[in-house]
């Protein structure tokens, strides 16, 4: 079993990793932008609680099932719109500009990791800050084509190509991006130290990136309010607040 270390030993333990660390990474799930005021998956307030979700196959099937499918993301839009980075986000960039940590890969698709200043955060589910062209394959940012369905009602065509046009976001039904999800494996393969934060580690691929690090020599810590499956694989696990757990680590770094 692992430890499940009180707070400040927590914190001066995961300290001494990242100090020896040489490609430590960060995984990080909903739970790093609660604090931001995006609700989790599986919160009560959460998009999904009242809405179903639009399977891949009914976007590319029928044009009713996109209009539906935009409606909710814009109501998702409005949502991130209002959030910016927390202290868990801003302590995990300045870790990357400082050394301590190689990379962040993420299961968010709200664009915070990045507002806070991390560089190139690997989005395994993709992005909502873009629209992408199934067709062409081309990229646009997401705003013009928000305020263009807004005055139509109608799904916008890509501009480049007249193509279908969806969110940059990975359906439920879709395949990852093969590239996108290959970086993250190879970022896991050579992590020497790999902490899980704000996961509820129970969708897969999402569980298999920490299980990876470990068969290839990392440790792991996992931090999050609740239990996960991972749990007794993790060398160390620490349940608590995500901003005041990186906090606490951060003020041992110092
Ligand atoms: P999840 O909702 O399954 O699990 C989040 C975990 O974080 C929970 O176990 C919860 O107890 C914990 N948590 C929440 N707030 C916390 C806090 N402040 N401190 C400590 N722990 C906290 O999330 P998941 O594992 O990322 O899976 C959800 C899926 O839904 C992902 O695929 C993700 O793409 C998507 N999603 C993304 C967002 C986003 O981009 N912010 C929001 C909701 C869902
Ligand atoms: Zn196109």
Request: aromatic share 8%.
């Amino acid at each position: 079993m692992p430890d499940v270390l009180p707070h400040h030993e927590f914190a001066r333990e995961i300290a001494d990793w990242l100090r020896s660390a040489l490609r430590a990474v960060v995984f990080t799930g909903a739970g790093i932008s609660t604090e931001s005021g995006i609700p989790d998956f599986r919160s009560p307030q959460g998009i999904w609680a009242t809405t179903r979700p639009v399977y891949f196959q009914e976007y590319l099937a029928s044009a009713s099932a996109r209009e539906e499918s935009w409606r909710q993301k814009v109501l998702v839009f409005n949502e991130f719109g209002r959030a910016s980075p927390n202290a868990g986000h801003l302590i995990l960039a300045a870790w990357e500009h400082s050394g301590r940590i190689a990379r962040v890969v993420t299961q968010n698709i709200d664009g915070l990791h990045t507002a806070a200043g991390s560089r190139a955060p690997i989005e395994v589910h993709g992005t909502a800050k873009s629209v992408k062209c199934l067709d062409c394959q081309a990229r646009f940012p997401v705003e013009p084509q928000v305020e263009e369905f807004r005055s139509t009602g109608r799904v916008p065509a890509c501009p480049q190509c007249g193509g279908l046009l969806k969110w940059a976001t990975i359906s439920f039904g879709e395949p990852l991006d093969p590239r996108v999800w290959d970086e993250a494996l190879e970022v896991a393969r050579e992590a020497d130290v790999f902490l899980a934060i704000g996961s509820s580690l129970v969708v897969e691929p999402a569980a298999s990136l920490p299980r990876v690090a470990q068969e290839h020599g990392a440790r792991l810590a996992i931090i999050n309010r609740e239990a996960t499956p991972l749990d007794s694989r993790a060398d160390v696990v620490y349940r608590a607040s995500i901003s005041e757990a990186l906090e606490a680590i951060d003020a041992c770094l110092l």
